[in-house]
């Protein structure tokens, strides 16, 4: 049987406030339980294609279909500054869909997958940046999501966090999208790479584990740089031939 495509864009086209260009009709696919890396210059735009798969931001052309209406959720990197003085059980709360009698149960279950122990009314603010981080998880989690994003999830975490983390995606069989500047854990799980060019604006997919495909990426952008001389070097020389026939005539 055929894996299935959980995401996909066909088409896609985005500007940021409707002036920077983004994605240029852009289509990619995403399959059922995929580990992909999203990579991308600074001011690429990954953050806002994590935004148009979960549906803040509208495309301005293109497609973004999600197989049989799934559901996403992010672990952002960051607390917002209103939820400090929630209560852990408040804090997840507010993302639990299910039934009032099944909430203390499922926040347990999250708190053990992020390896955190915490009294359910203890106030956000006394946790640390790390721990911070591992609720920030532990929110998405326990929306029990088809695709999970994380936007740099061991910013905050320390190597047992991130261990723990790694463990995680290894076994999960969730679809997840990452965004991480740390090799290292990139690569402990990484199936595949979502790479989103600042030039072109486009997404080239590329297959593999994290450091072969980062090699991949390199000989490809050395190889465009090289052409990228070649024309402007062309270009130069048509321009002082046109100059010396000007001058002539």
Same mark, same amino acid.
């Given at each position: 049987?055929?894996?299935?495509?959980?995401?996909?864009?066909?088409?896609?086209?985005?500007?940021?406030?409707?002036?920077?260009?983004?994605?240029?009709?852009?289509?990619?696919?995403?399959?059922?339980?995929?580990? #992909?890396?999203?990579?991308?210059?600074?001011?690429?735009?990954?953050?806002?294609?994590?935004?148009? #798969?979960?549906?803040?931001?509208?495309?301005?052309?293109?497609?973004?279909?999600?197989?049989?209406?799934?559901?996403?959720?992010?672990?952002?990197?960051?607390?917002?500054?209103?939820?400090?003085?929630?209560?852990?059980?408040?804090?997840?709360?507010?993302?639990?869909?299910?039934?009032?009698?099944?909430?203390?149960?499922? #926040?347990?279950?999250?708190?053990?997958?992020?390896?955190?122990?915490?009294?359910?009314?203890?106030?956000?603010?006394?946790?640390?940046?790390?721990?911070?981080?591992?609720?920030?998880?532990?929110?998405?989690?326990?929306?029990?999501?088809?695709?999970?994003?994380?936007?740099?999830?061991?910013?905050?975490?320390?190597?047992?966090?991130?261990?723990?983390?790694?463990?995680?995606?290894? =076994?999960?069989?969730?679809?997840?999208?990452?965004?991480? =500047?740390?090799?290292?854990?990139?690569?402990?799980?990484?199936?595949?790479?979502?790479?989103?060019?600042?030039?072109? =604006?486009?997404?080239?997919?590329?297959?593999?584990?994290?450091?072969?495909?980062?090699?991949?990426?390199?000989?490809? #952008?050395?190889?465009?740089e090289r052409e990228n001389v070649r024309l402007e070097r062309t270009i130069k020389e048509k321009k002082e031939q046109a100059n010396t026939f000007a001058n002539k005539g």
């Open positions: 049987m055929a894996e299935s495509v959980v995401l996909r864009f066909d088409r896609v086209s985005y500007e940021y406030d409707h002036g920077k260009p983004i994605l240029d009709e852009v289509s990619f696919s995403v399959r059922r339980g995929a580990k #992909i890396t999203l990579m991308g210059q600074n001011g690429a735009g990954k953050s806002s294609l994590f935004k148009l #798969i979960m549906g803040e931001m509208k495309p301005e052309s293109g497609r973004i279909s999600l197989d049989n209406n799934a559901t996403v959720a992010i672990a952002k990197q960051v607390m917002d500054r209103e939820k400090l003085d929630y209560t852990v059980e408040q804090f997840l709360a507010e993302a639990f869909s299910g039934k009032d009698y099944e909430l203390r149960p499922r #926040i347990i279950d999250v708190l053990n997958i992020v390896h955190l122990k915490a009294s359910f009314d203890r106030t956000i603010r006394d946790f640390s940046g790390g721990q911070q981080a591992r609720l920030l998880l532990a929110y998405a989690l326990i929306q029990d999501p088809d695709i999970l994003l994380l936007d740099e999830p061991t910013n905050n975490l320390d190597y047992l966090g991130i261990e723990h983390l790694k463990d995680f995606l290894i =076994h999960s069989d969730k679809t997840c999208i990452v965004i991480s =500047h740390d090799a290292d854990f990139l690569n402990s799980f990484t199936e595949g790479v979502l790479y989103l060019d600042v030039h072109t =604006h486009q997404i080239e997919q590329y297959t593999g584990n994290y450091y072969d495909v980062v090699e991949q990426i390199k000989v490809t #952008i050395e190889k465009a």
